[in-house]
C-alpha cells in the first residue's frame, strides 16, 4: 500500500482533460514538501514530468500541468492525445519515513 | 550530456547475493544523490534508499533496511544496489535516479536493471 494514494485508472478520449489526483498527508505533502509527477511508458525508465509542484520541465508539453493544495496534488492532461497513454506517478518526501514516497501510479487510457 | 547508465539483467537462484551497477557521467558525480527504486512486475514504483557519494552518507528505506546495501565508488563515479538472500519476490525492474536534493526530485533515471530471481 502507497503512502500517496492514486487512482488506479482514468480514461478520456482524444482532445479530452483528464485529471490525476495523487492524496498524501501531514507528513509528506501536508507538511510542505513538493510534489513532482513521472510518466512512465511499458519498457522505459520514467520521465520527469511536472517538479516542485507545477514546473514543467524543457521538451514537456505545456497540456500537462501540476498543483498542490493542502495535502493532495493533481496532474492535468488537456488536449489528449494517444501516446500520452502510460503510467503517472506522483513523489513527495516524507519525515516520518525519512525518504521519498510515491504513489501506487495511474494508468491512463486514451479511448 | 548527463547520463546513467546501470549494469544488465540478473538472473538469480533463491538466497543468492546480488550487486547491480549505476555508472554517471556528464555532471559531477559526488555532489548528487543517487536513489534506487524498485519496481515490481505489474506494480508501482518504490524507494529503496539513497546515497550521497561525496562523503557516502545513506539513508533506507525501512521496508528495505538490512538486506539491501547501497554503496559508491566516487573513482570511477558509480553507484552500487547489492541485495541478499534473494527471494522469488525480489523479482523485479531496479532502476537508479539523481536526486536534485535528498527531498527533491528525480532529473535523470537510468535505464532500470530487470532482475529475475528463480530457482
Known amino acids: 500500500q502507497s503512502v500517496l494514494t492514486q487512482p488506479p485508472s482514468v480514461s478520456g478520449a482524444p482532445g479530452q482533460r483528464v485529471t490525476i489526483s495523487c492524496t498524501g498527508s501531514d507528513s509528506n505533502i501536508g507538511a510542505g514538501y513538493d510534489v513532482h509527477w513521472y510518466q512512465l511508458l511499458p519498457g522505459t525508465a520514467p520521465k520527469r514530468l511536472i517538479y516542485g509542484n507545477s514546473n514543467r520541465p524543457s521538451g514537456v508539453p505545456d497540456r500537462f500541468s501540476g498543483s498542490r493544495s493542502g495535502t493532495s496534488a493533481s496532474l492535468a492532461i488537456t488536449g489528449l492525445q494517444a501516446d500520452d497513454e502510460a503510467d503517472y506517478y506522483c513523489q513527495s518526501y516524507d519525515n516520518s519515513l525519512r525518504g521519498s514516497v510515491f504513489g501506487g501510479g495511474t494508468k491512463l487510457t486514451v479511448l | 550530456e548527463v547520463q546513467l547508465v546501470q549494469s544488465g539483467a540478473e538472473v538469480k537462484k533463491p538466497g543468492e547475493s546480488l550487486k547491480i551497477s549505476c555508472e554517471g557521467s556528464g555532471y559531477g558525480f559526488p555532489g548528487y544523490w543517487i536513489a534506487w527504486v524498485r519496481q515490481m512486475p505489474g506494480k508501482g514504483l518504490e524507494w529503496m534508499g539513497i546515497i550521497y557519494p561525496g562523503d557516502s552518507d545513506t539513508r533506507y528505506s525501512p521496508s528495505f533496511q538490512g538486506r539491501v546495501t547501497i554503496s559508491a565508488d566516487r573513482s570511477i563515479s558509480t553507484a552500487y544496489l547489492q541485495l541478499s538472500s534473494l527471494k522469488a519476490s525480489d523479482t523485479a525492474m531496479y532502476y537508479c535516479?539523481?536526486?536534485?536534493?535528498?527531498?527533491?526530485?528525480?532529473?535523470?533515471w537510468g535505464q532500470g536493471t530487470l532482475v529475475t530471481v528463480s530457482s
Open positions: 535516479g539523481r536526486l536534485v536534493g535528498p527531498t527533491n526530485y528525480f532529473d535523470y
